[in-house]
């Protein structure tokens, strides 16, 4: 399965700033997905990472507030802007290479503290 | 939104017992899937169930998936330590490689 790399692995921000997230694949992907996960809860989907194309956002989700990047197979960036001590959450991409033996490999997520 | 629903929420065994987690969804799906995650970190792929498919075998994990009843349970025979995390299911909406919808999560405690 692919390895993926995620970067900042936790950050401190103050409110009202932004910040990106990265996303390295060791291996092109069709597949890249972002999700959040809120303290003590379970991972919502947040978007589709769509290569050469806008995302994909989930109810609830806009890009604004989460724009997202993916300029290859290989890369993707999630941007949290204008956040707020709500947006304090793991941050997690995960993408999918020979899906039905594998399902998907998730990054080591983001651990997003906004104070 | 959550689709699954897993129960216990919290589950504490001691090493060496099998350890059973459940699971149920509520819409249509094309395939389940198990995952582990350690200490709030990266989650870790199981084992993947189709929705053709009641039973799978992965090492120490036993999958079951029940479509009529929507639900899936997941059973680990003979549980150590390192087994201690989170447990999720997970369902795919579509026909292939599709974004999950996670249920609330199992968390188990492995006592040594």
């Known amino acids: 399965s692919a390895v993926i790399s995620q970067k900042p692995s936790r950050d401190i921000c103050q409110r009202g700033t932004s910040l990106t997230i990265q996303c390295q694949v060791d291996?092109?992907?069709?597949?890249m997905f972002w999700y959040r996960q809120q303290p003590g809860q379970s991972l919502t989907l947040i978007a589709t990472?769509?290569?050469?194309?806008?995302?994909?956002?989930e109810s609830g989700f806009v890009i604004d507030k989460f724009p997202i990047s993916r300029p290859n197979l290989t890369f993707s960036t999630l941007t949290v802007s204008n956040m707020s001590p709500e947006d304090s959450s793991i941050y997690l991409c995960?993408?999918?290479?020979?899906?039905?033996?594998?399902?998907?490999?998730f990054g080591s997520g983001t651990r997003l503290t906004v104070v | 939104s959550q689709q699954g629903e897993e129960d216990p929420q919290a589950l504490s065994i001691q090493e060496g017992e099998n350890a059973t987690m459940n699971c149920s969804y509520k819409t249509s799906i094309n395939n389940l899937q198990w995952y582990r995650q350690n200490s709030g970190r990266g989650l870790v792929h199981l084992i993947l169930i189709r929705s053709n498919e009641r039973e799978k075998h992965s090492g120490r994990l036993r999958v079951t998936l029940d479509t009529s009843k929507k639900s899936s349970s997941l059973l680990i025979t003979a549980s150590r330590a390192a087994d201690t995390a989170s447990y999720f299911c997970a369902t795919a909406r579509g026909g292939g490689a599709d974004g999950l919808t996670f249920g609330k999560g199992t968390h188990l405690i492995i006592q040594p």
């Open positions: 990472a769509n290569q050469g194309s806008e995302a994909t956002y």
């Open positions: 995960s993408a999918e290479r020979q899906y039905f033996n594998y399902g998907y490999t």
């Open positions: 291996s092109q992907v069709t597949m």
